[in-house]
């Protein structure tokens, strides 16, 4: 299993995102210059998180985004089903049933009624990630990334290149 990298720039781009004043709305093209990416590719990314329900697009000349709900209700796993999309990780294809020792026309209760133990368990090890993710919120993310992790001064000028980007 592997997330794209997609989840990464949506998870960074919301984070700025979250620092903006309440209801400001930031462009594409600033996030993604900010970010140093594509801006087709982070318009993509955006087109999911929208579908999503996680930002709101505001029209108009000094449009762009915004938060769709409260950076507390956002959770990490929210962004990535957004983003990498809602199947499960693992996809059962019940190849025990193809044993050459069964008779493919009478197949034993074990191989038809109690569910593979394999699949059981990938999604167990899903269900817990999946716990995990949505115990992380972009509030967790905010806090934990501009009072412990950023040198002096980084959420200050961050805050500030957006507010010179919308003049």
């Known amino acids: 299993m592997k997330f794209s990298v997609g989840v990464e720039y949506a998870l960074h781009c919301l984070l700025y995102m979250v620092e903006l004043e309440e209801g400001r709305s930031v462009g594409i093209r600033d996030l993604a210059t900010f970010q140093g990416i594509s801006e087709t590719y982070l318009s993509k990314i955006y087109t999911k998180l929208s579908k999503n329900g996680i930002v709101k697009s505001v029209p108009g000349v000094k449009g762009g985004f915004t938060l769709a709900r409260k950076a507390e209700e956002i959770t990490f796993w929210n962004v990535v089903e957004a983003v990498e999309g809602s199947e499960s990780f693992f996809q059962c294809a019940e190849i025990r049933q193809n ?62 290149w957006f507010n010179n980007k919308k003049e």
């Not at 044993?99 to 034993?108: S, T, V």
């Not at 999604?123 to 509030?139: D, F, H, R, S």
């Not at 967790?140 to 992790?149: A, D, F, M, T």
């Open 99 to 160: 044993n050459i020792l069964l008779d493919k026309d009478n197949l034993p209760d074990t191989h038809t009624k109690c569910p593979c133990l394999i699949k059981v368990v990938m999604l167990e090890a899903e269900n817990e990630m999946k716990k995990y993710l949505n115990g992380k919120t972009l509030a967790w993310l905010y806090n934990e990334v501009y009072s412990n992790k950023l040198p002096e001064g980084m959420k200050e000028a961050t805050i500030e």
